[in-house]
């Protein structure tokens, strides 16, 4: 799967404004360290999961299930800078609704998914956010490439909004230029007043006062969870 995101970037208008990390075998420990270090924008998981929680390994290579809440507060300390959490695992929507409470965006199954039809969502929901659509259509786009294949199994990814997630529909929506990947403001606003509604670090934005443009980069971490 990361195979098929990692091309769908690299093929995209903008893939210079996506930096993908991957990291395989995750431990929880790996997780909190990732997440310290790369302070990622989307966090992506792969793998198997259930209606408890999320299976990651053990310090023995065994399966270790994260339960909803831990997932939920971790990603909680990092709602300042992740935007988007895609859980590409078996009924993971409890999951998702959960960690929506901190997060703009989430995604879940709401069942098990073929592991084809997971794949197949993955690669046009990230052509799609290559190509500097919003969260909310490349969903949409993920879910129709698996209804041209599968029909029965496209309803089975599911979109949670979180509460931040009206506020940026209602005031920045993506720039279609195919040179960059940015957020139009649709209303004018000043450099303060833009750093307050994207939540960014003031070092990770660009102003453009002539377009009224924010130009940044979007760190994608990518984990494989256990088989």
Do not use: W
């Not at 310090?59 to 300042?80: M, P, R, T, W, Y």
């Not at 997971?118 to 969903?139: E, K, N």
């Not at 129709?144 to 920045?172: D, F, R, S, T, Y």
Request: one cysteine or more; hydrophobic letters at 45%; proline letters at 4%.
């Amino acid at each position: 799967e990361v195979r098929e995101i990692a091309l769908a970037l690299r093929s995209s208008r903008a893939r210079d404004y996506f930096q993908l990390e991957h990291r395989g075998a995750v431990r929880p420990q790996d997780l909190q360290q990732a997440m310290l270090d790369l302070e990622p924008n989307i966090v992506h998981f792969a793998g198997h999961g259930c209606e408890e929680g999320i299976v990651l390994e053990d310090s023995f290579g065994k399966g270790h299930l994260v339960a909803q809440d831990a997932i939920e507060s971790l990603f909680g300390l990092f709602s300042s800078t992740l935007e988007c959490v895609v859980l590409n695992a078996c009924y993971s929507e409890l999951q998702a609704v959960a960690i929506a409470r901190h997060i703009p965006y989430v995604i879940g199954m709401s069942q098990a998914i073929g592991d084809l039809m997971a794949i197949t969502y993955s690669r046009s929901f990230y052509s799609s956010l290559g190509a500097g659509r919003s969260v909310p259509f490349a969903h949409d786009m993920g879910c129709n490439a698996i209804h041209l294949h599968e029909p029965p199994q496209h309803l089975i990814p599911v979109l949670l909004k979180g509460p931040m997630a009206a506020e940026k529909e209602a005031i920045v929506c993506f720039d279609q230029s195919p040179t960059v990947l940015a957020y139009s403001v649709l209303q004018l606003a000043d450099k303060l007043q833009m750093h307050k509604l994207l939540g960014y670090n003031r070092d990770l934005i660009r102003i453009d006062q002539d377009n009224v443009h924010a130009y940044f980069n979007v760190g994608l971490l990518y984990f494989h969870l256990k088989a």
